[in-house]
């Protein structure tokens, strides 16, 4: 089966508690649940586009433990393609977690990739014969490193999460980060006209996701476009914007444009907050599409 989107970079294996309220300190606190779960920029947007009928790959490292086997058993039951993992001695990448209702926030402590490997043979095979190859601040790296350009193969999409204040633009098709990462490009100007900054020096789209406001974007096809955000049971916001990211790319393969798409991904982004995880409520097409009809 062809790969229509290849995800690379950070794989984590999470432990989530969900409580009532954050413990001060020396404070033992009862959590509501407490779940193990898979996690990454990268990973949680390989499953979010299986979930959404696209076919999904996703390549990065992790250890030869118990937590790379959980892994691996994780993106199999998602139908994501793991030909692209490359295991390695040090430890799996994770994270522990702390969810409060009452502030509808998380506090995390992670365990960061020790090592990355470069990108294995079948990684870069998979890569060139994408549709999208999409990465988040590992798998940009990872991409250089393997020589994998804008133009020459596979269209690339950026999840810019951090640190992105001098990035280049126009090395990515696709430039997603948040509205405080955009914004930091671009002190003194206004939301709109740092989308259209970035978008048009770099000829490329340029997506911002604004929190439970929505989402907005710009380019040369569409100029500014904005969508709200959804109102829905909320139990966890942990993995939302990487489940969005996953999403738009999905409905782009789909053949949406911009401003549906980014309105269908912000859907796909609300329904996944159902979950304490950042993976386990992420809807399929047929469940957005039903979700969507009933929105008026």
């Known amino acids: 089966m062809t790969i229509q989107v290849l995800c690379c970079g950070v794989i984590t294996v999470d432990t989530i508690a969900l409580v009532d309220k954050y413990p001060t300190e020396d404070e033992r606190v009862i959590a509501q649940e407490i779940i193990r779960a898979g996690g990454g920029p990268a990973a949680v947007a390989a499953v979010a586009l299986s979930r959404l009928g696209i076919s999904s ?6 250890g030869n433990d118990s937590d790379g086997d959980y892994v691996l058993d994780l993106f199999k039951h998602e139908g ?15 994270s522990v977690i702390v969810a409060s209702r009452e502030r509808s926030a998380r506090a995390i402590s992670t365990r960061q990739p020790i090592h990355q490997a470069p990108l294995n043979d079948r990684a870069k095979t998979i890569a060139a014969e994408s549709t999208w190859v999409h990465v988040d601040h590992v798998g940009i790296k990872q991409l250089q490193g393997a020589g994998v350009v804008r133009g020459n193969g596979p269209l ?26 955009l914004m930091s490009r671009h002190p003194g100007k206004s939301f ?34 904005s969508s709200p955000g959804f109102k829905t ?64």
Do not use: M
């Open 80 to 94: 994501v393609n793991t030909d692209g993992i490359t295991r390695t001695e040090t430890a799996t990448a994770g």
């Open 156 to 181: 690339i999409s950026f999840d810019a999460g951090y640190g992105v204040e001098d990035f280049d633009v126009s090395t990515v098709d696709l430039f997603a980060p948040n509205d405080k990462s």
């Open 233 to 296: 049971e909320i139990v966890s916001t942990l993995g939302a914007g990487d489940v969005f990211h996953g999403a738009l790319l999905a409905q782009f393969i789909q053949g949406f444009a911009l401003q549906e798409a980014i309105r269908r991904a912000n859907a796909v982004a609300a329904l996944s907050c159902r979950g304490l995880d950042g993976q386990s409520a992420i809807p399929t097409t047929s469940e957005l599409n039903t979700f969507l009809s009933g929105v008026k």
């Open 192 to 225: 709109e006209a740092a989308l259209k900054d970035d978008a048009e020096k770099a000829n490329s789209i340029v997506v911002a996701t604004q929190g439970s406001v929505g989402s907005s974007g710009f380019s040369s096809d569409s100029g500014f476009v």
């Open 57 to 62: 790959a996703i390549a990065g490292t992790i």
